[in-house]
């Protein structure tokens, strides 16, 4: 991957560190820690009640009391402190808690993701916990309340290049290969010794907009550019065919009503003529530089000139950070859950440092926030739907797809398509009779 560093603190995150509940890629929340959790009909008041028997990895219990402690910090390092400013947490009794909420909105559940930590240490909740004696192993968790794991111990090593990773996958030197790209995803499908497990990310590839200034600042030219992206051929050509072209800013099975199509000629009549030319920014990476020139090349065929500036990752993120830009091309995490999508799209959203959003998106997200019944809610998120289309912030691109590769020396249950990493627990040596199975 282009960041190995990154590839490590996210595996290890993703099996040593657990939530209330799991939001599921299809947005719909789930248990975790939590066994129960219900909100109240005025929406101020949320119950949570924990599963029985629940402990750190070192030995001591996940109560009420230290959950009720560490809870409204935890949300607020998640929402923001303008978000979560008055929320409240008691312990009601040794396993539920009562979330005193400062106002009505949903985002509340869905903030209960959180991962869940010991005040003042560095414990886990996981399947698997960081090795004391070394930096580079995680070790079964004992106690782990869904069961101790079947692997014993995990070691984990970054790779420059995933070429370098591959190489020493094929030679039996590793078992698992974290994360595939693209580039690397169609010879790795090949191997008889390894097996491919492809999924669906949460990120989102976009090119997003400065819209207080410069050549972008209308948004009939905005809606022009995303007019004039055919998003499938972008993902044939740039992606080699691994991502699912985006209908707007969530995942949908089903293309909602105010969706982008390709339609170069309604572009070209927005634009009634007008000589359009700006500059996106990107990060020097093969894959971007594609995704890039594709657009560059779709963007001709209407007569806008966008001129391309690839850059290193602190040049970029600078230039982002203080608003120095037109246009930029990245993979934004969206998540699973409207929560998410608030923090990253939202103008005064804590997960957006680079100044994207628009005054009609705000004021859809700010909808969806305070929306309680189900009816309410599911207005206000088709009015984020719609917002996205009036006064686009972004041309939204593909949602990329990213696969694992894991030695066939070892069965990989898969209950449904999506990341093995949620199954590693169950992971086991395989026999003669079993093979890891593709998505």
Same mark, same amino acid.
């Given at each position: 991957?282009?960041?190995?560093?990154?590839?490590?603190?996210?595996?290890?995150?993703?099996?040593?560190?657990?939530?209330?509940?799991?939001?599921?890629?299809?947005?719909?929340?789930?248990?975790?820690?939590?066994?129960?959790?219900?909100?109240?009909? %005025?929406?101020?008041?949320?119950?949570?009640?924990?599963?029985?028997?629940?402990?750190?990895?070192?030995?001591?219990?996940?109560?009420?009391?230290?959950?009720?402690?560490?809870?409204?910090?935890?949300?607020?390092?998640?929402?923001?402190?303008?978000?979560?400013?008055?929320?409240?947490?008691?312990?009601?009794?040794?396993?539920?808690?009562?979330?005193?909420?400062?106002?009505?909105?949903?985002?509340?559940?869905?903030?209960?993701?959180?991962?869940?930590?010991?005040?003042?240490?560095?414990?886990?909740?996981?399947?698997?916990?960081?090795?004391?004696?070394?930096?580079?192993? !995680?070790?079964?968790?004992?106690?782990?309340? !869904?069961?101790?794991?079947?692997?014993?111990?995990?070691?984990?090593?970054?790779?420059?290049?995933?070429?370098?990773?591959?190489?020493?996958?094929?030679?039996?030197?590793?078992?698992?290969?974290?994360?595939?790209?693209? %580039?690397?995803?169609?010879?790795?499908?090949?191997?008889?010794?390894?097996?491919?497990?492809?999924?669906?990310?949460?990120?989102?590839?976009?090119?997003?907009?400065?819209?207080?200034?410069?050549?972008?600042?209308?948004?009939?030219?905005?809606?022009?550019?995303?007019?004039?992206?055919?998003?499938?051929?972008?993902?044939?050509?740039?992606?080699?065919?691994?991502?699912?072209?985006?209908?707007?800013?969530?995942?949908?099975?089903?293309?909602?009503? %105010?969706?982008?199509?390709? %339609?170069?000629?309604?572009?070209?009549?927005?634009?009634?003529?007008?000589?359009?030319?700006?500059?996106?920014?990107?990060?020097?990476?093969?894959?971007?530089?594609?995704?890039?020139?594709?657009?560059?090349?779709?963007?001709?065929?209407?007569?806008?000139?966008?001129?391309?500036?690839?850059?290193?990752?602190?040049?970029?993120?600078?230039?982002?950070?203080?608003?120095?830009?037109?246009?930029?091309?990245?993979?934004?995490?969206?998540?699973?859950?409207?929560?998410?999508?608030? !923090?990253?799209?939202?103008?005064?959203?804590?997960?957006?440092?680079?100044?994207?959003?628009?005054?009609?998106?705000?004021?859809?997200?700010?909808?969806?926030?305070?929306?309680?019944?189900?009816?309410?809610?599911?207005?206000?998120?088709?009015?984020?739907?719609?917002?996205?289309?009036?006064?686009?912030?972004?041309?939204?691109?593909?949602?990329?797809?990213?696969?694992?590769?894991?030695?066939?020396?070892?069965?990989?249950?898969?209950?449904?398509?999506?990341?093995?990493?949620?199954?590693?627990?169950?992971?086991?040596?395989?026999?003669?009779?079993?093979?890891?199975?593709?998505?």
């Amino acid at each position: 991957m282009t960041n190995p560093v990154q590839g490590v603190s996210q595996i290890v995150q993703n099996i040593t560190t657990e939530g209330l509940i799991r939001v599921t890629p299809s947005g719909q929340t789930e248990p975790q820690l939590a066994d129960t959790w219900v909100l109240s009909p %005025d929406g101020r008041a949320l119950t949570v009640t924990l599963k029985p028997h629940l402990k750190f990895s070192d030995g001591s219990p996940i109560d009420a009391a230290i959950v009720a402690k560490t809870l409204p910090a935890l949300v607020s390092d998640f929402l923001g402190p303008r978000l979560a400013a008055g929320l409240l947490a008691k312990p009601i009794d040794g396993n539920s808690i009562e979330l005193d909420l400062p106002y009505p909105s949903r985002f509340w559940v869905e903030s209960l993701e959180v991962p869940i930590r010991k005040p003042g240490a560095s414990t886990s909740i996981g399947p698997f916990a960081r090795d004391p004696a070394s930096a580079t192993r !995680l070790i079964a968790t004992d106690d782990y309340y !869904l069961g101790r794991s079947i692997i014993d111990q995990i070691e984990y090593k970054p790779f420059p290049s995933v070429r370098a990773a591959w190489a020493e996958l094929l030679r039996n030197n590793v078992d698992m290969l974290y994360e595939v790209g693209p %580039d690397a995803l169609d010879s790795l499908e090949s191997s008889t010794t390894v097996t491919v497990f492809t999924f669906l990310r949460p990120y989102q590839y976009n090119v997003s907009f400065n819209t207080s200034a410069g050549p972008l600042r209308a948004a009939v030219v905005r809606q022009a550019l995303n007019y004039a992206i055919d998003r499938n051929q972008l993902v044939r050509v740039a992606l080699n065919g691994h991502g699912v072209a985006s209908t707007g800013p969530f995942r949908s099975s089903v293309a909602p009503t %105010d969706a982008f199509t390709y %339609d170069p000629q309604r572009a070209a009549k927005l634009l009634n003529g007008q000589k359009i030319r700006f500059t996106c920014l990107l990060l020097t990476d093969a894959v971007y530089e594609r995704i890039a020139l594709e657009i560059k090349r779709q963007l001709a065929a209407i007569g806008v000139e966008m001129d391309l500036k690839s850059l290193p990752p602190d040049e970029l993120f600078a230039a982002e950070r203080a608003h120095n830009y037109e246009a930029f091309l990245h993979e934004t995490l969206v998540g699973q859950s409207m929560v998410r999508l608030y !923090l990253v799209w939202h103008s005064k959203g804590p997960a957006n440092v680079v100044g994207r959003g628009t005054a009609t998106v705000d004021e859809a997200l700010d909808r969806v926030r305070r929306a309680v019944s189900n009816e309410e809610y599911g207005t206000a998120v088709a009015g984020v739907q719609s917002a996205f289309w009036q006064d686009p912030p972004a041309i939204l691109l593909a949602w990329s797809e990213r696969a694992r590769a894991v030695s066939r020396r070892f069965v990989v249950p898969m209950t449904e398509p999506g990341d093995p990493i949620l199954t590693l627990r169950q992971w086991k040596p395989r026999n003669d009779d079993h093979v890891a199975s593709r998505n």
